[in-house]
């Protein structure tokens, strides 16, 4: 499918700094630097700020005075990039404050507020009052301004132990929510082991180690002092104290921003490990994003099925106990959030969802919907970009596009000032991910987005005064509202008839604020929240049905009249609330929101799964009586169906056996019925997997023998002996075959003739020549046949063997290098590049519905990288290792050498899936040694046989595809 950059809200487009509207009509020219920046036609950019007023800006936050709060990360991964040779601050990386002092609409002002050895690469900031909140894994630091000055007084570690020093996927902005509560979020870089100020202890962790020294050891399947096992990135909620740590929702890879809007809905954007799979969506409380398996010992790539596409796999969409994934933004590297609670840009700008990603140069835009139990986010826009319109027609232009750097563009954070205009900090750098950057000077800016022809001007806020802090209450900055919200609650009862009086203000973000605040006033603001879950509106009943959590010890009551609301999102609500709760007290509630559930609704039923955990087995028996009663397992309605498949008891064995072999449902119910009995733990269940194997369905046959195959590494592996189960015969004759060659060649009382022989059919073969690898990393290959064995192991058909070769022996040619410039010039075929693609590349990558899935898929990879830095990640695979795809070698004590990617690891096994696409399951007890290795997966052009000209070509062909997208 065409993706089109040209849509409704985008109306004009700018081109070297030349406005054309959309039918080519010439108007005036914006006052821009370059890039350009693409918005709609009833709003204008300007250039606010610019360094040396800051530079790398990775995060922002505004102040009641209306001053952008900045950290920079100059001193970003000098581990990986050279500090001599690239801007640096020795003292530590910066917080500034910038200001426009006159109001004519750029900064004027910039002030240093703290350079602290502490930062290094901070990429959150918030500016609550006069403390200035700054998270830099792995400390959450709290600077107090106690005199006013701009200068710090005082410094706590608010928090520390948080994964993810010097990191991409780590400790992000905090916010203040419309509870008074603080929220904010930590990517996957674990492992997280973090006490709050109360003595509780959070532990997540994952199978992910790598992407910089610090992050060298993790692993999953952790518990917290809570019981429960937390995987991965996490949405977390604490007191301003320090007390309260709450997991909100996990198993994130890297979220970059969790933002509560004034209803206390969350919104999060994720990034991804392949370039397909990026995703924005509303974050429902106690959710499972799905990037690891629920113990975070896997990969999704472990846990990917025959058949299953790469979206639902990377997000375990296809999975009890995850969440929906919102919505699939493609190619990218997202970065900050926001919610547009004003309407001071117009009014269909209010309730816009902006997510920034600077992969793809671009703020998205969303307008979200209450479908179901959770949100639509309706059609995705480009808000702002710095990218030129598209259309069918459109023809990619490499130069044009690099000449005018279109793509250094990259905005790190999106934030909302307190004039209500847009503020975007731009990191800008041509390239983005990977630990990399190639801005020597640190360049940055913020844009600031406006109306066109209205001044937009920040309030004078007092707090000492009523007025005041009702001004600081509505601010469309969001820890602004925070100081007006205190500065009230303080108040009291005396407050309740100003709050009130918010119910009926035309904005309704207000009105939401207005209910958080009036459950905290008293008795009296109490009563009146309490009146509110009788609103016509289901967002405010639910919004005061969360407010009453926060001031209400005991909730049965109000769970018991809210269970049979008419609307599923504030039911849903009332099922959170009811988690971890004593069973006996919520079992007769959650039996009428199950009556409730409509057999189509993922929200509503993960969340009433969650609230079960641990008494599936107890409920089973009345879900049947209210669904099924006297009905045949392959009989049920769809209710009955779904909740079965997500709360998949014990009990159930026999029901999904039935399901599963039932020639009368669907492909898809069956599918189903496989995938709950696999995620049944027992012998029972094991059992019946093994039986369905051999039924004469052949795909449920195929996939039955897929989830033996699957299972046999994690959770059923010591439920069934394996032995007398045969799934991988055709690999395992073939290694014991090259295990018989192997002995010979270190055989010294064989001919040299005969080692060399055998040594040559080895190397020719992709499973032997890891073996030999394998040798060379032990040191036990004999000297007399290193020679020989360099003039065949670069031979080898499998790129992974000769990329791991090149560890061990000289290869030839080495000294070959390229011009990453000289190749850009030169004139390219993109049929050609087509070719070479499908040749050298699709073993291992997809483009489209075109290779494998093997490496990460480069459908639409024209999005995030222009040529240079397209070129550069051919030429130079092994300097920017994706996340998730960093190679290891294992040898095992019976004489295998694995090498590949590290899909799982427990205390039992790890999975290891080479180019081949082959997963080699491994006991844990027969693992000889395990090492990360520095070489990519990928080969360079040398060991890939590539000219310069085919570089030309390859990557021509790759940029064209950029608006391609599936879906």
């Known amino acids: 499918m065409i993706k089109r950059y040209l849509h409704k809200l985008i109306t004009a487009c700018t081109i070297a700094g030349v406005l054309i509207s959309c039918n080519n009509e010439p108007k005036v020219p914006l006052d821009l630097v370059k890039p350009a920046l693409y918005v709609p036609d009833d709003l204008e950019v300007s250039l606010w700020a610019e360094t040396p007023m800051l530079y790398n800006p990775t995060n922002m936050d505004v102040d009641a005075k209306g001053r952008i709060w900045i950290t920079e990360a100059v001193n970003y991964r000098n581990y990986n990039n050279d500090s001599t040779q690239f801007f640096h601050h020795p003292k530590g990386d910066r917080v500034m404050i910038l200001e426009d002092t006159n109001h004519d609409g750029k900064a004027d002002k910039s002030t240093v507020f703290v350079e602290d050895e502490d930062l290094l690469s901070p990429v959150g900031i918030a500016v609550i009052g006069n403390k200035v909140i700054v998270s830099c894994s792995p400390n959450l630091i709290v600077y107090t301004d106690v005199n006013g000055d701009d200068k710090p007084d005082k410094k706590e570690i608010l928090l520390t132990g948080f994964g993810g020093k010097d990191h991409d996927h780590s400790l992000h902005a905090v916010y203040a929510g419309p509870d008074g509560n603080w929220y904010f979020n930590t990517g996957n870089a674990g492992p997280h082991i973090v006490k709050d100020k109360a003595g509780f202890t959070l532990r997540s962790g994952s199978i992910y180690a790598g992407g910089s020294p610090y992050n060298n050891s993790n692993q999953g399947n952790m518990k917290?002092?809570?019981?429960?096992?937390?995987?991965?990135?996490?949405?977390?909620?604490?007191?301003?104290?320090?007390?309260?740590?709450?997991?909100?929702?996990?198993?994130?890879?890297?979220?970059?921003?969790?933002?509560?809007?004034?209803?206390?809905?969350?919104?999060?954007?994720?990034?991804?490990?392949?370039?397909?799979?990026?995703?924005?969506?509303?974050?429902?409380?106690?959710?499972?994003?799905?990037?690891?398996?629920?113990?975070?010992?896997?990969?999704?790539?472990?846990?990917?099925?025959?058949?299953?596409?790469?979206?639902?796999?990377?997000?375990?969409?296809?999975?009890?106990?995850?969440?929906?994934?919102?919505?699939?933004?493609?190619?990218?590297?997202?970065?900050?959030?926001?919610?547009?609670?004003?309407?001071?840009?117009?009014?269909?700008?209010?309730?816009?969802?902006?997510?920034?990603?600077?992969?793809?140069?671009?703020?998205?835009?969303?307008?979200?919907?209450?479908?179901?139990?959770?949100?639509?986010?309706?059609?995705?826009?480009?808000?702002?970009?710095?990218?030129?319109?598209?259309?069918?027609?459109?023809?990619?232009?490499?130069?044009?596009?690099?000449?005018?750097?279109?793509?250094?563009?990259?905005?790190?954070?999106?934030?909302?000032?307190?004039?209500g205009a847009i503020y975007v900090a731009d990191w800008y750098d041509p390239v983005v991910g990977g630990h990399q950057m190639k801005d020597t000077k640190g360049y940055g800016r913020i844009y600031r987005i406006t109306p066109k022809n209205k001044q937009l001007i920040a309030p004078q806020i007092d707090l000492n005064t009523m007025e005041g802090q009702l001004l600081a209450f509505k601010s469309p900055a969001i820890n602004v509202r925070n100081l007006g919200f205190e500065k009230i609650k303080q108040q009291g009862d005396i407050a309740v008839p100003a709050v009130k009086a918010l119910l009926n203000d035309p904005n309704p973000f207000i009105a939401a604020r207005a209910v958080w605040l009036l459950a905290q006033l008293g008795e009296m603001g109490k009563e009146a929240t309490e009146h509110i879950l009788n609103d016509a509106n289901p967002q405010l009943r639910a919004t005061a049905y969360k407010a009453l959590r926060v001031v209400v010890p005991d909730m049965l009551p109000y769970a018991i009249k809210m269970a049979t609301d008419p609307s599923?999102?504030?039911?849903?609500?009332?099922?959170?609330?009811?988690?971890?709760?004593?069973?006996?007290?919520?079992?007769?509630?959650?039996?009428?929101?199950?009556?409730?559930?409509?057999?189509?609704?993922?929200?509503?039923?993960?969340?009433?799964?969650?609230?079960?955990?641990?008494?599936?087995?107890d409920i089973y028996p009345e879900i049947k009586n209210l669904f099924a009663k006297d009905l045949p397992a392959t009989a049920?309605?769809?209710?009955?169906?779904?909740?079965?498949?997500?709360?998949?008891?014990?009990?159930?064995?026999?029901?999904?056996?039935?399901?599963?072999?039932?020639?009368?449902?669907?492909?898809?119910?069956?599918?189903?019925?496989?995938?709950?009995?696999?995620?049944?733990?027992?012998?029972?269940?094991?059992n019946a997997m093994v039986a369905l194997s051999t039924s004469t369905m052949k795909d449920v046959a195929e996939e039955a023998t897929y989830w033996l195959s699957f299972r046999q590494?994690?959770?059923?592996?010591?439920?069934?002996?394996?032995?007398?189960?045969?799934?991988?015969?055709?690999?395992?004759?073939?290694?014991?075959?090259?295990?018989?060659?192997?002995?010979?060649?270190?055989?010294?009382?064989?001919?040299?003739?005969?080692?060399?022989?055998?040594?040559?059919?080895?190397?020719?073969?992709?499973?032997?020549?890891?073996?030999?690898?394998?040798?060379?990393?032990?040191?036990?290959?004999?000297?007399?046949l290193l020679a020989f064995t360099e003039e065949n192991i670069f031979k080898n058909p499998d790129p992974a063997v000769r990329v791991q070769a090149s560890n061990y022996f000289k290869r030839p040619g080495a000294n070959k290098t390229y011009s990453i410039d000289a190749i850009a010039k030169l004139s390219a075929d993109i049929t050609r590049g087509k070719t070479i693609f499908t040749t050298h590349c699709a073993s291992c990558h997809k483009v489209g519905t075109e290779g494998n899935s093997i490496g990460p898929e480069l459908t639409g990879i024209g999005k995030k990288f222009g040529k240079p830095a397209l070129l550069d990640a051919i030429i130079n695979p092994s300097a920017a290792i994706v996340f998730g795809y960093e190679p290891w070698l294992v040898n095992t004590t019976d004489g295998e050498s694995v090498y590949g990617f590290l899909l799982s690891q427990s205390k039992q096994t790890i999975i290891v899936k080479d180019i081949s696409g082959q997963k080699h399951i491994i006991p844990v007890n027969k693992i000889k040694s395990k090492q990360k290795q520095d070489q990519s997966l990928m080969p360079d052009p040398i060991n890939n046989g590539l000219t310069g000209q085919d570089l030309a070509d390859i990557t021509t062909f790759l940029l064209a595809q950029k608006n391609i997208e599936l879906h």
């Open 224 to 419: 917290s002092d809570d019981g429960k096992v937390w995987v991965g990135g996490l949405a977390l909620r604490i007191q301003p104290d320090g007390s309260g740590l709450k997991v909100m929702a996990h198993n994130f890879r890297n979220s970059y921003e969790v933002i509560p809007d004034s209803y206390g809905n969350l919104w999060q954007n994720d990034n991804d490990d392949q370039v397909v799979t990026c995703r924005t969506t509303w974050l429902m409380e106690g959710g499972n994003a799905g990037y690891f398996s629920n113990d975070g010992t896997r990969y999704w790539q472990a846990d990917q099925r025959p058949g299953q596409d790469i979206f639902n796999a990377h997000w375990h969409q296809d999975d009890p106990g995850t969440m929906p994934a919102g919505d699939r933004t493609g190619a990218g590297a997202p970065t900050g959030i926001v919610m547009n609670e004003t309407d001071a840009l117009g009014k269909q700008y209010l309730g816009m969802l902006l997510s920034a990603d600077a992969g793809r140069n671009t703020i998205f835009a969303y307008n979200p919907v209450l479908k179901q139990s959770g949100f639509d986010l309706g059609k995705r826009t480009n808000l702002i970009t710095s990218l030129a319109a598209d259309n069918a027609a459109y023809v990619w232009n490499d130069s044009a596009q690099n000449n005018d750097k279109d793509k250094w563009f990259r905005p790190s954070d999106v934030t909302i000032g307190t004039d």
């Open 568 to 617: 599923a999102f504030v039911r849903r609500e009332v099922a959170v609330s009811l988690t971890d709760l004593p069973y006996n007290k919520t079992k007769d509630i959650l039996l009428a929101l199950i009556k409730g559930y409509d057999g189509e609704d993922r929200w509503y039923v993960e969340t009433v799964g969650s609230a079960l955990r641990g008494h599936e087995s």
């Open 636 to 686: 049920w309605n769809k209710q009955m169906a779904t909740l079965a498949w997500r709360l998949h008891p014990a009990e159930a064995v026999n029901d999904f056996s039935m399901r599963a072999n039932d020639s009368l449902l669907s492909p898809k119910e069956k599918q189903a019925a496989l995938t709950a009995l696999a995620f049944i733990n027992t012998t029972s269940a094991a």
């Open 713 to 784: 590494s994690n959770d059923w592996y010591k439920l069934l002996n394996w032995n007398k189960i045969d799934i991988n015969t055709a690999y395992q004759r073939k290694l014991a075959q090259m295990k018989v060659k192997k002995q010979i060649i270190l055989d010294e009382h064989q001919s040299l003739d005969e080692r060399k022989w055998r040594l040559q059919e080895m190397a020719a073969d992709s499973l032997g020549g890891q073996l030999l690898i394998g040798l060379a990393a032990e040191n036990k290959l004999p000297k007399q």
